[in-house]
C-alpha cells in the first residue's frame, strides 16, 4: 500500500506565496515522475508542473517563472513552491506520482488534494 498526503494550501492575498508537500509513504521501491494537477470548479484538472527522477521539469505556461517545483529523493516528498499568486491559480491542487512498489509492480496515485484560495 502507498499513501500520499499533501498539506500547504490555505488562504492568500494576491502576490501572495504558498508551498504545497506531497509525501509517500509505503511499500516504494523507486518514485519516476512526480507531478502536481489542478482542479478549479467547472473545469477538467490540468497540468501545473512535473519533475522526473533525474529532476528535469516542465510547466504550463499559466505558471512559468511563478511556480517552482522540486523533491527530496531521501523523503519521497514533492513541492510546489507559489509565487505571485493569482486569483486564476485558486483550484483544488492534486499531486501525482508514479513508482515502484517492488522491482516488478508499478503503482500511480493521487493525493487527496488541497485547496488554494487567491483572494484579497
Known amino acids: 500500500q502507498v499513501q500520499l498526503v499533501e498539506s500547504g494550501g490555505g488562504l492568500v492575498q494576491p502576490g501572495g506565496s504558498l508551498r504545497l508537500s506531497c509525501a509517500a509513504s509505503?511499500?516504494?521501491?523507486?518514485?519516476?515522475?512526480m507531478a502536481w494537477y489542478r482542479q478549479a470548479p467547472g473545469k477538467q484538472r490540468e497540468l501545473v508542473a512535473a519533475i522526473t527522477s533525474g529532476g528535469r521539469t516542465n510547466y504550463a505556461d499559466s505558471v512559468k517563472g511563478r511556480f517552482t517545483i522540486s523533491r527530496d529523493n531521501a523523503k519521497n516528498t514533492v513541492y510546489l513552491q507559489m509565487n505571485s499568486l493569482k486569483p486564476e491559480d485558486t483550484a483544488v491542487y492534486y499531486c501525482?506520482?508514479?513508482?515502484?512498489?517492488?522491482?516488478?509492480?508499478?503503482?500511480?496515485?493521487w493525493g487527496q488534494g488541497t485547496q488554494v484560495t487567491v483572494s484579497s
Open positions: 501525482n506520482v508514479d513508482l515502484w512498489a517492488t522491482r516488478s509492480v508499478q503503482w500511480t496515485g
Open positions: 509505503g511499500s516504494i521501491f523507486s518514485i519516476n515522475a
